[in-house]
């Protein structure tokens, strides 16, 4: 699959995708992603061998859809960024990894194979705003009907920066990855399970990079 990006001098980008990775429990509050680790258990969720945690992704699940299609109604999107490895630099955008939360009881790593991850239209190069990637704030609605209600609102101040899992991931980190960041959390009493799935990420001069989908369930197996 190959992405194009728009860059804020107005230009495009193009990377083929050729690894995808999605990070987890990745916020920069320890004492906070492991109450969310609890909770998750609480629900029959595994608790990850290791926190942050990194699943890899077939890179086929990496694009941008107009509409999701999804197997049930317990699938739901997360507001995150996404690294995006070209051949000369490395990207930043929105994303949003849609995830089927039915699977997740199963195995985190399941679930994730089972839906897309989505990426922004608009990428910043890394290089030029990591002084400032604290300031960006990432942002998620929800709607059911005609209904929009937000249910993510944070910043990247939240969530582990670019150059921890550059640094991690050393020579893994090769042209043609995408690494979605982990997210933030959602605003409690919001119903996730929507029927579309909005995300923003934008810069501290108001540039803003999206991510747009409606989701369709399909019709039941013919057991």
Known sequence: ?????????????????????NAGYAGRDT?????????????????????PTLYPL????????EV???????????AEWALVV???DVLLTAACDHTDRALEVHGVAWSKQSA???????AWPLSEIEDELDRFTLKAWVRHGDVETLI???TLAQLLPPSYWIEELGERIVPGTVLLSGTIPMIPGVDQFADAWRVELTDP??????VVYSIEQLAPAWD
């Open 31 to 51: 004492a906070q992603v492991q109450h969310h680790v609890d909770e998750l258990a609480e629900l029959g969720v595994p608790a990850p061998r290791r926190i």
């Open 152 to 154: 993510q609102d944070g």
């Open 68 to 78: 999701v299609q999804v197997a049930h109604a317990k699938t739901s999107g997360e």
């Open 58 to 65: 077939s890179a086929s699940l990496v694009g941008r859809p």
């Open 86 to 88: 070209g051949e000369d």
């Open 1 to 21: 699959m190959t992405m194009r990006f728009t860059l804020p001098d107005g230009s495009e980008r193009a990377v083929t995708v050729r690894y995808a990775l």
């Open 205 to 210: 001069r108001g540039l803003t990079s999206r």
């Open 116 to 122: 897309p991850d989505l990426l922004g239209d608009v």
